[in-house]
């Protein structure tokens, strides 16, 4: 599954990025280079998907539910 998101680099005047993803609010990051910020924000997004399923899956407590992919063209 492929999901489309806008990451956001801003070069910090005493050195090094800051990076977030405009659709999902938490997604922030910042590296040393572009390159570091880019794989940080990257685990950064991995990470917040991880956890948000594993919140959901507490919460459900094993409730019957119904689970659909949900497609979004912007």
Do not use: C, K
């Amino acid at each position: 599954m492929a999901l489309e998101l806008t990451a956001v680099f801003r070069e910090d005047p005493d050195g090094g990025y800051t990076a977030f993803v405009e659709e999902l609010p938490g997604a922030n990051s910042q590296g040393e280079t572009l390159d570091e910020a880019r794989t940080n924000l990257r685990e950064a997004v991995e990470l917040i998907l991880e956890t948000q399923r594993a919140f959901v899956v507490e919460d459900l407590g094993g409730a019957t539910v119904i689970r659909e992919r949900l497609l979004l063209s912007a």
